[in-house]
């Protein structure tokens, strides 16, 4: 494919908008690529200066920016919290364009296919945003359409599709949080939280406790994308159990809620199997926003885990 | 540019917490001022250690060091006007102490604001100083800024709840100021010399900070005006009253009709809008609070007074004001909401003319001005609403501006109530202070020699704020 010269067609248009914004940095508290790196080139603000910096002629374009810039997982959290009413995702978008067939294009926390792909096309298929074709024998992402769900991740048989840049949301990130948390004396439930439903109200800051939590919170990018290995590796670090929330019915965007379902039912059916209370792993949708509605799903879990106490004991 | 040794500060803080990559200068170079400026790098140090080499090593080579938290500063003062490193303290966020029978805890200077008042809910109480960027402020800045917020009126800065600190000297050296107790008498108070100096006198690696009871009952109150003056009269006699309000807003016309553009809340267009707060132990108490001010309120021609203890009632209530600033950006599709002249104090009989000769000056100067803010500890907020590409509208900006402060010294106010002074307000602050700053310089000197904590601010700032640096807008 022939290598076009980086130019702002599609960003011109928000020249105007981004002057609007006054860079309170009221949006960046909400994003998870921020949060993992805390870097505030990771952050929606940081994101739009860039973007201003681009469009001013003040910033060169580099694969550096465009890396940046395409590492968003299109939670929208910064467009809902941004009372200026600029929606970032959306020039995001834009800029994701503008880099595409450039020198600078890069995948950023979008889906790559390596060798072992066996061409199934089950990722094809399954992607909801028509961001995965098949052309010349190769799968190929579109970076602009793919937002970084990760479903294709999961779906695909062969573990030939993965994300460079995950932030913490890939499974062996996950699986090292796990282990970490449950080797401390006190850690007894992994729950798995979608961003989309749920963000945890800590945002920056650690607490440094005394005694540790009994659970931790793993957020991740869709029920969709948390596979049946790592849902059960919590039990291998002898965990007591595994609580996944994820939306309601409808409210997914990319029907992972179905997909994490089927998931846990079958898990559940596992347990049953091998002598072991179905309950130890449990699903709850949660309502966007409602922490309320969580925690007390958290509580309840917590309960009847503490009922059942550990694994070794049945 | 002097050189710098970027390997050396990589073997402090490790690689991956260090950048000179353009993008990231581009980016900590501005924060939510009107300026900008490039580091030549971004350092992220994770510990108390590595300040103290990356100070000691700045200091040898004579670099500037500008000490940067949450970045939503509003007058430049993490703007790194002379380059230098750029230390993003938001690595250093633990919350280390709650100590409830002793009534303080300890926390490093990334922690956010929002997060550790959530550490402290479980324990019943709070941590008062709070500005309208909680969400993201850092503990760090806010002592640095010696900010405030809605609250300020009965519970104080953030200088009235820092017991103690750790701080990191300009030559690398620690130094543990204050104590843990609630008073203190012993020599000089350094530590809370050190809250409001704006990085230019040290590091802060962790602080002390008391806190106080969440209160029972609060309750919300609201009253339109349909003169600015009579809401002014009607701050004044409530401070007067003897009560202590926990809050007291006002909110000007040019500041509903943004709100009521960005949030659709159908808030009345008055003149302006009054909001205010009693909190407290005993509901009789808090009653009686909240009926003298409404009293008040309607004695000086408040209408459609209105009150709540409900949660989600005073949520609402209140929600046109939280979204105040980020709503005044869409006052108008040409025009951009600028912090400028944006939190002078004036005592309270002087609220009403400030608010008027603030909407006089603005039409004066063709640029449109807002008038709000935290009224019971007698601070007065603005925003300038202008078109930020256009030279003629800095040229007017920078008249009101000085029209502005101009007005607030003849009425014995202050420059700066809690946003602080950085580069935007350094002039102003210059001719209010003129007959200390010889004396603040050479505090400045015996702390920092060599002049490399966040040069160009305060006392070292340029006079003509404009030029000062570059704007983050593009101006024709």
Not at chain 1, 293 to 313: C, H, V, W, Y
Not at chain 2, 58 to 74: C, F, L, Y
Request: one cysteine or more; charged letters at 25%.
């Amino acid at each position: 494919m022939e290598i076009r010269p980086f130019e702002t067609k599609h960003l011109d248009k928000w020249k105007s908008t981004l002057d609007s914004c006054i860079r309170c940095g009221y949006c960046y508290e909400h994003c998870p690529v921020f949060k993992d790196t805390r870097w505030e080139s990771n952050s929606p603000r940081g994101k739009m200066i860039m973007i201003y910096g681009l469009l001013s002629g003040k910033l060169d374009p580099s694969t550096y920016i465009a890396d940046k810039i395409s590492s968003c997982f299109y939670c929208g959290r910064c467009n809902a919290a941004c009372s200026s009413g600029v929606t970032l995702t959306d020039i995001i978008t834009d800029a994701k364009r503008d880099f595409q067939g450039t020198e600078f294009e890069t995948p950023g926390s979008t889906s790559v296919t390596n060798t072992d792909c066996a061409a199934c096309l089950a990722c094809v298929r399954i992607c909801p945003h028509e961001a995965r074709e098949f052309i010349n024998g190769k799968i190929v992402t579109d970076t602009v359409k793919c937002q970084s769900c990760g479903i294709c991740v999961d779906v695909c048989p062969n573990k030939a599709v993965a994300t460079n840049l995950s932030y913490g949301t890939d499974r062996s990130s996950l699986n090292r949080e796990i282990r970490t948390f449950l080797e401390k004396d006190n850690g007894k439930a992994i729950i798995f939280g979608c961003n989309w439903s749920y963000y945890p109200d800590f945002q920056s800051s650690v607490m440094d406790p005394e005694t540790p939590p009994e659970y931790k919170i793993l957020i991740n990018m869709c029920g969709g994308r948390l596979e049946k290995p790592l849902l059960l590796e919590p039990f291998l670090q002898n965990a007591w159990g595994v609580l996944v929330a994820c939306c309601p019915d409808g409210d997914c965007e990319h029907d992972g809620n179905v997909k994490a379902k089927t998931h846990v039912a079958a898990l559940r059916e596992f347990l049953k199997e091998m002598d072991m209370d179905e309950n130890r792993i449990q699903l709850v949708q949660i309502a966007h926003g409602d922490k309320a509605g969580f925690q007390s799903a958290i509580d309840k879990f917590m309960e009847n885990l503490n009922t059942l106490g550990p694994l070794n004991r049945q | 540019m002097k050189k710098i040794d970027v390997p050396i500060l990589k073997n402090i803080v490790g690689e991956e917490n260090i950048s000179t990559d353009p993008a990231d200068l581009f980016i900590y170079g501005s924060d939510s001022s009107v300026h900008s400026a490039r580091p030549w790098v971004v350092v992220r140090p994770g510990d108390t250690q590595q300040v103290q080499q990356i100070m000691a090593y700045a200091n040898q080579e004579k670099i500037p060091v500008v000490t940067r938290g949450g970045g939503s500063g509003m007058c430049g003062q993490t703007v790194p006007v002379q380059g230098g490193i750029t230390l993003d303290m938001k690595r250093m966020n633990k919350i280390l102490e709650i100590n409830a029978p002793d009534v303080f805890c300890r926390v490093q200077p990334g922690v956010v604001d929002d997060d550790l008042n959530k550490a402290l809910s479980p324990f019943g109480v709070f941590y008062p100083p709070t500005p309208a960027s909680s969400r993201i402020a850092t503990i760090g800045g806010e002592i640095g800024n010696n900010a405030s917020g809605v609250r300020s009126v009965k519970y104080g800065a953030t200088r009235d709840s820092v017991l103690g600190l750790k701080v990191v000297l300009a030559d690398g050296s620690l130094v543990t100021l204050g104590a843990r107790t609630r008073v203190e008498a012993t020599g000089y108070q350094v530590h809370k010399l050190m809250v409001g100096s704006e990085g230019t006198l040290g590091v802060v690696v962790e602080a002390t900070l008391s806190f106080v009871p969440i209160p029972k009952f609060r309750c919300l109150g609201m009253a339109n005006f349909d003169r600015l003056e009579d809401a002014g009269t009607a701050i004044a006699d409530i401070m007067a009253s003897g009560v202590v309000p926990s809050m007291l807003e006002l909110v000007d016309s040019v500041a509903i009709k943004a709100v009521n553009k960005t949030m659709d809340l159908g808030l009345p267009e008055v003149e302006a809008v009054l909001l205010y707060e009693a909190d407290g132990m005993v509901k009789e108490a808090v009653d009686y609070e909240i009926n003298t001010m409404q009293e008040v309120c309607k004695n000086n021609g408040g209408t459609g007074l209105t009150s709540s203890y409900d949660a989600k009632e005073r949520a609402k209530i209140f929600l046109g004001r939280k979204k105040l600033f980020p709503a005044l950006s869409k006052f108008s599709d040409a025009l951009s909401s600028t912090s400028l002249a944006d939190d002078m104090a004036v005592p309270y009989s002087k609220m009403a003319e400030t608010a008027k000769m603030i909407h006089e000056i603005a039409a004066r100067n063709n640029i449109i001005m807002t008038a709000y803010g935290h009224c019971g500890s007698g601070c007065m907020h603005t925003k300038i609403l202008m078109a930020p590409n256009r030279q003629d509208q800095w040229e007017s900006a920078k008249r009101a501006v000085a029209e502005i402060y101009e007005y607030v010294r003849s009425v014995k106010g202050t420059t700066s109530a809690e946003h602080g002074i950085g580069i935007s307000k350094a002039s102003a602050f210059k001719a209010e202070k003129n007959d200390s700053l010889k004396l603040m310089i050479n505090m400045k000197k015996a702390f920092d020699p060599n002049n490399i904590l966040n040069p160009g601010k305060l006392m070292d700032a340029h006079e003509d704020w404009v030029t000062a640096t570059d704007l983050r807008y593009t101006v024709a």
